[in-house]
């Protein structure tokens, strides 16, 4: 199989077709958050979107880990939680400080950067960009924390780094919950009334522009592009060669720890704003939520989606989401197309058929929904001429068979 | 004579307790192949590994054109100029053959295109595989990528240990052809090899090491002839 580059021009109409794909993907959220009217069908679209591309966001930066770099870890959830409480900390209006933290008596933090830009730039524009800072800033937390951790942890490999970032993750977690920090971390009752999705509009002229699932969409998809350009660089391709062979990358005057530790930062980074935008979504946190349990759900979706592959992360974390919380709902629901009761359907019974088919995929699409392999359009064209593979494994067949009857003399 | 580049000097490596280099001594010529063989175990790869940086000496030191490298770690010795070809080749398997050799180049920062059309006019089927997975190509196919990732960090010495290892005698005879014409283009070669008969054949200089001491050198065809070597190495006739 020859493959050479592609001609400037082919690039050129790709990247064309993509930017307008993608324009008219924006529109359509526009028009979801603003104009389309609320039905039984946009009520779960919306919450759907949310929730997938934060997880796609954190999958994405486990995958960076797990796929590109070659570090089994597990401490995901942790930096989540690191950049969830970071957020909510920070964007708590000041007159509700007392209220949330009743039980653990009083606070000490008594500024709110949301608040601080509501002075500057308005009521909601500055909740809409305060966010944005705490979103930052929560990845910022958390990429010190892997910088903390990583230095005696990145020094382990394979399943012995995956059991101490899975450690570090619950300590992490009982730090946070520890209720002698009542007065920063609320221990362990729950946060709430801080800047979410449903404050994310802008008032421009009395006219109220929503940005409910454009923003964290948008936010995703801005963080996967840093990444995508990340593993493309010659630091992606140094994390690759490190996951391929690490004698062969020391051997090559790779500093094996320095790009480690690079990529470990990077994806807490990543998995601290997604941990910011998960609080965002659910209005309320509880460090109780970001157990292992968590962690092992987004590496599901990692393996599910294919390891090493940005576009499978995305669209596993896109189909698991959508299955969980809506497209299976109705196997609880008690009967079939609200009609016909089936005794057997009731509440649970969608667990257990979303674990049979997670069993069918790992069984026999064990390398996942893409493999290592990224969509482009050539793929979507081929996949559209010939699904499934039937041609061409019927075509390696009539090879083969030829090969054959040449009686071995073609081989190399 | 041409002057030393490379300057081992009472080498000695420990693996735990294990005594693998006891305290050996040579020296690189600037512009020659000089070749360690020995039996497995006798502390080649160990004293290479060692001189790559990968593992720390337990005495001794390396003098490369005058300026101790002793223990100083891989990414500081690439970029003073050893790169080392490992065992086994170890070519990255999932990268296409262009990053692979592209890895080669990773501590450059000046342009690699001249370097990039040298390795690809020394080994064509490089060039003509650029886009494949290093893992999918042959045994002998990898051991030029690895050869050619070695080159493009541009070394002033290049180490290889054991090329010749698990590929065909005519792949081999090909592997030493090339040894021998980046030899000739200016590049200092340090050979480890258990295929004593090729490697010395080739090499300006040899060294015999047997249980982490060198027990003879000379010039190849010196030791080629020699009934020692002949005995142990060579085969009787």
């Given amino acids: 199989m020859e493959k050479t580059l592609k001609p400037r021009s082919e690039k050129k109409t790709e990247n064309f077709i993509a930017i307008i794909c993608l324009v008219a993907f924006?529109?359509?959220?526009?028009?979801?958050?603003?104009?389309?009217?609320?039905?039984s069908f946009t009520t779960m679209l919306i919450p759907v979107l949310q929730k997938s591309s934060i997880f796609a966001l954190v999958c994405v930066s486990m995958n960076l880990l797990n796929g590109f770099t070659g570090l089994f870890s597990l401490g995901q959830a942790g930096f989540m939680l690191i950049g969830a409480y970071v957020y909510a900390m920070l964007s708590i209006p000041d007159e509700y400080r007392e209220a949330v933290y009743q039980y653990s008596g009083g606070t000490n933090i008594h500024f709110s950067i949301p608040e601080m830009l509501q002075g500057v730039i308005g009521q909601s524009a500055g909740s809409f960009f305060g966010a944005i800072i705490c979103i930052i800033i929560a990845g910022i937390i958390a990429g010190i924390f892997a910088a903390l951790i990583g230095i005696p942890v990145l020094r382990l490999k394979s399943d012995y780094l995956a059991i101490a970032t899975l450690g570090f993750a619950e300590i992490i977690r009982a730090v946070f919950q520890w209720d002698k920090l009542g007065k920063i971390t609320n221990g362990s009752y729950q946060l709430r009334k801080y800047t979410a999705f449903t404050d994310m509009n802008i008032n421009i002229g009395g006219n109220v522009i929503k940005f409910t699932s454009i923003f964290p969409v948008f936010i995703a998809m801005l963080c996967i592009l840093f990444i995508i350009l990340l593993i493309n660089s010659s630091y992606g391709r140094a994390f690759k060669a490190i996951r391929d062979d690490e004698i062969a990358a020391e051997a090559m005057g790779i500093n094996l720890f320095k790009h480690k530790q690079m990529s470990f930062i990077i994806s807490s980074f990543f998995a601290g704003a997604g941990g910011a935008l998960l609080a965002m979504y659910q209005t309320t946190i509880q460090a109780m939520a970001f157990k292992t349990a968590m962690t092992y759900e987004i590496l599901l979706i990692v393996v599910i989606g294919g390891i090493g592959s940005i576009s499978g992360s995305c669209i596993a974390s896109f189909l698991f989401i959508a299955c969980n919380e809506w497209w299976l709902r109705f196997l609880d629901s008690g009967s079939l197309f609200g009609i016909v009761p089936v005794p057997f359907f009731r509440d649970g019974f969608r667990k257990v058929v979303f674990s049979v088919v997670i069993m069918v995929i790992v069984l026999f699409f064990s390398k996942g929904i893409m493999g290592d392999k990224e969509i482009s359009f050539k793929g979507i064209g081929g996949f559209l001429k010939d699904p499934f593979g039937a041609k061409r494994r019927k075509a390696k067949k009539a090879v083969a068979a030829a090969a054959a009857a040449e009686g071995g003399e073609g081989n190399e | 004579m041409s002057n030393t580049?490379?300057?081992?000097?009472?080498?000695?490596?420990?693996?735990?307790?294990?005594?693998?280099v006891k305290g050996i001594s040579f020296d690189v010529n600037e512009g020659d192949i000089v070749t360690l063989i020995g039996a497995n175990g006798a502390g080649k790869s160990s004293t290479l590994r060692t001189i790559a940086g990968l593992v720390k000496p337990a005495g001794g030191s390396i003098i490369l054109q005058g300026e101790d490298i002793t223990g100083e770690n891989p990414t500081n010795?690439?970029?003073?100029?050893?790169?080392?070809?490992?065992?086994?080749?170890?070519?990255?398997?999932?990268?296409?053959?262009?990053?692979?050799?592209?890895?080669g180049a990773y501590l450059r920062?000046?342009?690699?295109?001249?370097?990039?059309n040298w390795v690809y006019d020394l080994f064509p089927r490089l060039k003509e595989r650029s886009w494949q997975a290093g893992g999918t190509l042959s045994g002998g196919e990898q051991q030029m990528l690895a050869v050619g990732r070695a080159l493009m960090s541009r070394p002033k010495v290049i180490m290889m240990d054991e090329p010749s290892l698990g590929l065909a005698p005519i792949i081999v005879r090909g592997i030493f052809d090339i040894i021998r014409e980046i030899n000739k283009q200016g590049v200092t070669i340090l050979l480890i090899e258990q295929n004593a008969n090729m490697a010395l054949k080739t090499a300006h200089t040899g060294y015999v090491m047997e249980t982490g001491r060198i027990t003879m050198s000379g010039p190849g065809s010196q030791l080629l002839a020699d009934d020692s070597v002949k005995a142990a190495y060579l085969g009787k006739h």
């Fill in chain 1, 26 to 39: 924006y529109v359509l959220l526009f028009l979801l958050d603003n104009y389309l009217p609320r039905n």
């Fill in chain 2, 5 to 20: 580049i490379l300057s081992i000097k009472d080498l000695k490596v420990n693996y735990g307790g294990i005594e693998a």
């Fill in chain 2, 77 to 103: 010795i690439v970029k003073k100029g050893i790169t080392m070809v490992p065992e086994g080749r170890r070519i990255f398997p999932d990268l296409t053959v262009l990053e692979n050799l592209k890895m």
């Fill in chain 2, 109 to 116: 920062n000046d342009n690699i295109t001249d370097d990039l």
